[in-house]
Antibody, heavy 121, light 108 residues
Framework: DVQLVESGGGLVQPGGSLRLSCAASEFTFSSASMNWVRQAPGKGLEWVSSISRSSSAIYYADSVKGRFTISRDNAKNSLYLQMSSLRAEDTALYYC??????????????WGQGTRVTVSS | EIVMTQSPATLSVSPGERATLSCRASQSVSSNLAWYQQKPGQAPRLLIYGASARATGIPARFSGSGSGTEFTLIITSLQSEDSAVYYCQQYNDWPPWTFGQGTKVEIK
């Protein structure tokens, strides 16, 4: 079974930084676009960032643009999210999710269990 | 940005009955629509993609329909383990990939 395991979450002060990681196994990581999706406490799902298979295309939600940086290392089957200038509203459970296209269909097909980020003084 | 709107916010259904969930897009997303199930304390799981195709391992009691701006997820013969929040998501026009606000299905 595909496994995505996030790590790196924690408590950080406003204005601080944090780096999240997502380790992938049991699938061809380099063949999937990867995404970060977050869920604030008691709220719905919000797409945060996406990176293509070769890192040639990167996208960010307006809410994090200029503060977050997504990257990946296909040799290590790993996805990263460098978060800086963190705000209270960034407090959420952060999921990594793969997006593998098949017959033109590209949903978010596999999800990790999430890593919690709390921004508070 | 395409806005996805789900209704109702909460649905209370008796075991064995049918649940009908709706999702509306602010503009056409063709059939590029997915449904996800999120049980308490768990990550979302892909249920339906392409508006109507079941993902691997998803029981036949889950079915999706629609195209353009109107979509429906039907759960027939509801079981206790179907208690969850269900989200629709469009992947036709991105970025951003956008989700609905969710429908919570409760078992009476």
């Amino acid at each position: 079974d595909v496994q995505l395991v996030e790590s790196g979450g924690g408590l950080v002060q406003p204005g601080g930084s944090l780096r999240l990681s997502c380790a992938a196994s049991e699938f061809t990581f380099s063949s999937a676009s990867m995404n970060w999706v977050r869920q604030a406490p008691g709220k719905g799902l919000e797409w945060v960032s996406s990176i293509s298979r070769s890192s040639s295309a990167i996208y960010y939600a307006d809410s994090v643009k200029g503060r977050f940086t997504i990257s990946r290392d296909n040799a290590k089957n790993s996805l990263y999210l460098q978060m800086s200038s963190l705000r209270a509203e960034d407090t959420a459970l952060y999921y990594c999710a793969s997006r593998s296209c098949s017959d033109g269909e590209c949903p978010f097909d596999h999800w990790g269990q999430g890593t919690r980020v709390t921004v508070s003084s | 940005e395409i806005v996805m709107t789900q209704s109702p916010a909460t649905l209370s259904v008796s075991p064995g009955e049918r649940a009908t969930l709706s999702c509306r897009a602010s503009q056409s997303v063709s059939s590029n629509l997915a449904w996800y199930q999120q049980k308490p304390g768990q990550a979302p799981r892909l249920l339906i993609y392409g508006a109507s195709a079941r993902a691997t391992g998803i029981p036949a009691r889950f079915s999706g329909s629609g195209s353009g701006t109107e979509f429906t997820l039907i759960i027939t013969s509801l079981q206790s383990e179907d208690s969850a929040v269900y989200y629709c998501q469009q992947y036709n026009d991105w970025p951003p990939w956008t989700f609905g606000q969710g429908t919570k299905v409760e078992i009476k």
